[in-house]
């Protein structure tokens, strides 16, 4: 860490959003560093938000770990957070030399664990406040190589606003960097909620079975060649060009979780109900392409002349439960204290 302000302990307050990746990470060259095996690429969102408060207290002991509901009241998180918290204020105490303690209140925009990247909008707004409240302001690439410390080396991603790009192996240690900004391009993100709770395998447990499916290694040698596809789809904002890119991607990245062993199942059925729907849309001429996370829910990149009329589509379908409307952003901003 090359910043290196004398330390205070105040509290700070920030929404950092979730993003969409284009091109993702799955599996990891070193799980424990979060190194991912492969670079990716993401479209930084602006509704789906994750909101955290940290306070910074001088004196060395337990860190506290609180949720806010939406209506404001604070309570002690789930244990199984608490821990990733803690681990990720344990990162950042050995990297600032803060030897104090934290208190931490969090709330998300959107349902949690659900494949909408809670954790990367989650870890992305715990580093940004956690620095804040110590009175840090780090670069770019080491505010995105700290969040990255979490564990979720999509938190690194969003740090950033934009179209980012996170680098594969060892380089991914120098954090992640914007390719555009969000003013480059203003795609939407028409997302089909499909389920909205807890999912039965982690991304983490993901990654780790991601090198046992036969086709992992086929997807590394393929792709250099898509990361540059999809870049030079972006350079040229040409959505006829990068969607169906995208959506073979999703494809491509679940037949791999689906033939890892033992294998893991994210979609549901109304998942491969959305993306006959988008068939139909595109043979009517709209340009709209899917693609999933580790989850059944459907993100839906389009341009936002047809984002009303395919919100509508969607959201007639049989098992879409509801529809979030969100777009390209600019990464984290000051919010309002949780407490
Ligand atoms: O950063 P992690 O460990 O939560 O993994 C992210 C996995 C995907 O969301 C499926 C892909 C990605 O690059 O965001």
């Keep these: 860490m ?33 190194l991912p095996a492969n670079a990716s690429i993401s479209m930084t969102l602006s509704a789906c938000l994750s909101h955290s408060t940290v306070a910074a207290r001088p004196e060395p002991g337990p860190d506290e770990v609180l949720l806010a509901s939406p209506g404001g009241a604070l309570a002690p998180a789930p244990a199984g957070f608490s821990r990733r918290v803690v681990g990720h204020l344990d990162v950042l105490r050995r ?11 969090t709330v998300n925009s959107f349902p949690a664990s659900a494949g909408l990247a809670s954790s990367a909008s989650g870890f992305a707004a715990l580093a940004v ?11 770019a690439g080491e505010l995105s190589a700290l969040a990255r410390a979490s564990g979720s080396a999509s938190a690194a991603r969003s740090v950033l606003g934009g179209f980012v790009e996170l680098p594969a192996g060892l380089e991914a240690r120098a954090g992640a960097h914007v390719l555009y900004p969000a003013e480059h391009w203003s795609l939407c993100d028409v997302i089909a909620l499909i389920e909205t709770g807890e999912k039965e395998v982690s991304s983490l447990e993901g990654h780790r079975r991601a090198p046992t499916s036969p086709y992992f290694e086929r997807r590394l040698e393929q792709l250099p060649e898509k990361l540059a596809r999809v870049r030079s789809a972006l350079a040229a904002r040409d959505l006829e060009a990068l969607g169906p890119l995208i959506e073979e991607e999703a494809i491509d990245l679940h037949l791999i979780a689906m033939s890892s062993r033992p294998g893991i199942f994210y979609w549901a059925p109304a998942t491969l109900v959305v993306l006959a729907e988008l068939r139909a849309l595109r043979a009517a001429g709209i340009g709209a392409w899917g693609t999933m996370d580790a989850g059944p829910n459907v993100h839906v990149i389009c341009e936002p002349r047809d984002a009303a009329v395919v919100a509508d589509r969607l959201a007639s379908l049989p098992g879409v439960r509801s529809i979030l409307s969100d777009g390209v952003g600019s990464g984290p901003a000051p919010a309002a204290d949780l407490f």
């Design 2 to 34: 090359t910043a290196r302000a004398p330390l205070t302990a105040g509290k700070a307050s920030v929404a950092a959003p979730a993003n969409i990746a284009f091109i993702k990470y799955w599996g990891a060259r070193d799980l424990a560093e979060a």
């Design 95 to 105: 990297s600032t030399g803060f030897a104090g303690s934290f208190r931490v209140a």
């Design 129 to 139: 406040a956690a620095l804040e409240s110590l009175g840090l302001e780090l670069p």
